[in-house]
């Protein structure tokens, strides 16, 4: 397994979806960076805003991940699926780091949110995309699901403000006295989405057999 | 011979749809053509056989491994190659780069013993040559060749393929012929095709199947046995006819029921295939 997965790593490097993950990150950093070439001083509201746009471009990107133009001719094949797709997040990972870094950089630091609570929210929007891919990878046969997926993380974004609950409040501000809480919430989705992920990853092994299980439950022929 | 793929009772639902209703087979080596209109499930039941899809009912083994288990598929998938309708590839790959890559999914972890086997079956489909070149700079019938490379790197015992004749124009297809004749030596080959010459020229068992079932199982003798007696010339469209077309000649040729006194032709397999397909003659005679 160990020498597969060494010997995995330099064709899987080559078959990710570089032009996606690429513009994604190059939009991005220009997001990030209107501020100081534009030479304005935007309120702390307003660059917490600019960075959850940024976050949102980069996950926008990591949705083509999982996309594989071979998938079909590489479907059955004894190296899981789950390993694969674990290859693909760890080779992106870094880089994924490094560009948030960068973005962080560009932004104003006078108005900047704190660092560690805004890259949490970064991380759970980058999860909910490769949580998103991963589902559609399992549920469809879609070769490349990544434009689904980011119509689905464009939708999200658009109505969970909308639609949490007052009490669920997520998208607060620094100066808000929920900011802490809503913080704390940010950590369970992202554990919540991030474990969602990471069952979608392995293959079913019969879908007949759970359902001949729940046929003789329920006294019915399997 | 014993059977390599044993399947009983298969069923298969994408939601209200049914794709395969109920299917039994055996499969020895050598190649088996599967014949069937569009939708018919051939395709599925490839997917499932190749333990891309599980079944929703029904089991089968293959290579005496129950691919219902975690264990016992990936010990199938190790002894598998699988050509799917559209294959896919990374286009940056060369031909050699790619074979490679699904070589190593197929757990040919020995770098040295790898390249050795990706060369071999590159060659063996005639791509020895061009194995340097990039996938997007080949012809389309050269990344099918790259495509059942793949499916052959390993060695299977069990090499299932998808339409692997679509697109290809008629010198292509012969070549292609030749693999998959080459291929069925010593290995169980489960071929799907719209191609009924296809068939006649390269199996010894063809399976037709229409709605999800199977409607003929048999020698591919035994399906143009099947029209014997149901094919005759006319100079006119005979409205009995199941079927019924002009040929080069002028004349008529039809199927179905003829009437007394026609003047009956010798049948083809695609005869015997109409008729199966027609629900005349479709008992499974396996």
């Known amino acids: 397994m160990r020498e597969v997965t060494r010997a995995l790593v330099g064709p899987v490097w080559r078959t990710m979806p570089w032009r996606a993950l690429a513009a994604a990150g190059v939009l991005g950093l220009l997001t990030a960076a209107v501020p100081a070439v534009a030479g304005a001083e935007p309120d702390p509201w307003q660059t917490l805003l600019l960075l959850r746009g940024v976050a949102l471009i980069g996950a926008l990107g990591l949705g083509f991940l999982l996309d594989d133009p071979a998938r079909h001719l590489t479907a059955p094949v004894p190296a899981r699926r789950l390993l694969r797709q674990a290859l693909r997040v760890g080779l992106v990972a870094p880089l994924a780091a490094l560009w948030w870094t960068a973005a962080l950089l560009l932004a104003p630091s006078a108005s900047r949110p704190p660092a560690g609570d805004i890259t949490l929210e970064a991380v759970v929007v980058g999860v909910l995309a490769l949580a998103g891919a991963a589902l559609a990878v399992r549920l469809t046969d879609e070769a490349r699901p990544g434009p689904f997926v980011a119509a689905f993380l464009l939708l999200t974004a658009v109505l969970a403000p909308l639609l949490a609950p007052e009490d669920w409040a997520l998208f607060v501000q620094p100066d808000d006295p929920r900011w802490s809480t809503a913080h704390d919430r940010w950590a369970v989705l992202a554990v919540v989405v991030a474990a969602a992920g990471v069952l979608c990853g392995p293959e079913p092994v019969g879908r007949g057999r759970r359902r001949a299980a729940k046929a003789r439950r329920a006294g019915g022929p399997p | ?286």
Request: charged share 25%; hydrophobic share 40%.
């Open chain 2, 1 to 286: 011979m014993p059977p390599t793929v044993s399947a009983s009772g298969l069923s298969l639902h994408y939601g209200r749809t049914r794709a395969l209703d109920d299917v039994s087979l055996r499969l020895a080596p050598g190649v088996t053509g599967l014949l069937g209109p569009n939708g018919a499930g051939k395709t599925t039941l490839l997917r499932v056989l190749a333990t891309a899809v599980p079944p929703d009912r029904g089991a089968f083994t293959a290579l005496g491994h129950d691919p219902g288990t975690p264990q016992g598929r990936q010990e199938v998938r190790r002894r598998l190659g699988y050509l799917p309708q559209t294959p896919g590839f990374h286009p940056d790959f060369t031909a050699f780069e790619f074979v490679d890559y699904v070589a190593i999914l197929k757990e040919l972890a020995d770098r040295g013993d790898r390249h050795r086997e990706v060369r071999r079956v590159l060659e063996e489909v005639g791509l020895g040559d061009v194995r340097g070149r990039r996938i997007r700079k080949l012809s389309g019938g050269m990344r099918q060749r790259v495509a059942l490379a793949a499916a052959l790197v390993g060695d299977p015992g069990f090499l299932v393929l998808d339409e692997p004749t679509v697109g290809l124009d008629p010198e292509q297809r012969m070549r292609f012929r030749e693999l998959i004749a080459g291929a069925g030596e010593g290995r169980t080959v489960l071929l799907s095709t719209h191609q009924t010459e296809d068939v006649a020229m390269l199996c010894h068992r063809v399976i037709v199947m229409a709605e999800g079932a199977v409607r003929f199982d048999g020698t591919p003798a035994e399906l143009t046995a099947r029209a014997t007696g149901r094919v005759w010339s006319s100079t006119e469209r005979d409205p009995g006819a199941k079927a019924g077309w002009r040929t080069g000649t002028g004349s008529f040729r039809n199927v179905g029921d003829p009437p007394a006194g026609a003047d009956l032709v010798d049948p083809t397999l695609e005869d015997g295939y109409l008729l199966a397909l027609d629900g005349i003659g479709t008992e499974v005679t396996a």
